[in-house]
């Protein structure tokens, strides 16, 4: 079948010289300008004429956009220009934080990530992101570089719809920021797609666990849902059902079915709702499995 929209539409490329710079002119030029990372969503998208922007401003080599930086007493930080793969690579991240790892390479082909960021999976705001889960339970918080400055904001508090973020004209977010894992803690990402190579997630689970004296099954839970929602979900209702009973069979399915119904997915190409809700019951009981016989091992 010929491609209906073959090239890109004209605009202007900026290579701005400072944070002040690109932020300055992002606002100044807001609702024509968008910042660009690895392009691998934006430039689909304008050559799909879903975005139309006049100009496109690189925030690659922008101050703190290329930090890949583990600190035990402070966590991770990566930049908003770094690609998936130095961050799947990186011996600090493969030892502290597999469960990223794992997230960031369920990301398309090799190919992509070598383009692709973290940040710009996050900025996108697809529910269907594949390191959003990951960066979520990892209590992920951004940093966003704006024309009054710095702040920060929690990553649960970022997604407010399918492309839509907590982001005013003019704001960049320069780095994801992960504080030092739980001790003791194991996670993982099951991810269900059409085929095993460059597919967005029907459906993707994550699931991060860690021993809690606080709670009575003695472990805590974090559960996050791409492709379920409007956002990535959360439900709290997972957590609980897994910090107030014994960790047993029918507790995972007990939590697994809670996954199910607090999960509100739509038809699409890729699976239709019911589908969807079914494979979240599974994903999530055999997600929480494999996270409980980690923590046993
Ligand atoms: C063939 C193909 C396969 C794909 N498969 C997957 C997949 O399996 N899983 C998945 O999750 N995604 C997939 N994607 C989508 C995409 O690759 C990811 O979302 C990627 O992480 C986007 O990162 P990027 O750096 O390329 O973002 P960009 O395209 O540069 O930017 C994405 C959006 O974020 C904004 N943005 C970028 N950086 C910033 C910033 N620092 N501050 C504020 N806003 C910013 C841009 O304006 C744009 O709106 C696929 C894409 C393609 C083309």
């Given at each position: 079948m010929l491609n209906p929209h073959p090239g890109?539409?004209?605009?202007t490329y900026v290579k701005p010289a400072s944070l002040d710079e690109a932020c300055g002119f992002l606002a100044e030029h807001a609702g024509e300008s968008r910042p660009i990372s690895?392009?691998?969503d934006l430039l689909v998208r304008m050559r799909d004429k879903a975005f139309k922007p006049a100009y496109v401003v690189d925030i690659k080599g922008l101050e703190g956009t290329d930090v890949l930086a583990f600190d035990p007493a402070n966590g991770l930080t990566v930049g908003a220009a770094v690609p998936m793969n130095r961050v799947v690579a990186h011996p600090d991240v493969q030892k502290h934080y597999p469960l990223l790892a794992q997230a960031a390479k369920s990301v398309a082909s090799y190919q992509l990530r070598n383009r692709a960021t973290i940040v710009g999976n996050i900025c996108n705001a697809s529910p269907a992101g594949d390191t959003l889960g990951a960066c979520l339970v990892l209590g992920g918080r951004l940093r966003i570089y704006g024309k009054d400055g710095e702040r920060f904001e929690?990553?649960?508090t970022f997604f407010k719809g399918p492309g839509k973020t907590s982001l005013q004209p003019g704001e960049i977010v320069t780095s994801i920021?992960?504080?030092p894992p739980e001790k003791g803690a194991k996670g993982t990402y099951l991810k269900l797609g059409r085929n095993k190579l460059s597919d967005?997630?029907?459906i993707g689970v994550t699931v991060y666990g860690f021993p809690?004296?606080?709670t009575d099954s003695g472990y805590r839970f974090k559960l996050a849902l791409a492709s379920v929602a409007a956002t990535p979900l959360m439900p709290p209702v997972v957590e609980t059902v897994l910090a107030e009973?014994?960790?047993t069979e029918d507790t995972i399915l007990k939590a697994a079915e809670a996954a199910m119904d607090a999960c509100s997915p739509?038809?699409?190409v890729r699976g239709s709702a019911e589908y969807r809700k079914d494979m979240v019951r599974n994903l999530t009981r055999n997600a929480i499995t494999d996270v409980w016989e980690q923590l046993q091992s």
């Open positions: 890109l539409p004209e605009f690895g392009g691998t929690d990553l649960v920021h992960l504080p967005l997630a029907i809690d004296k606080m009973n014994k960790i739509i038809d699409d």
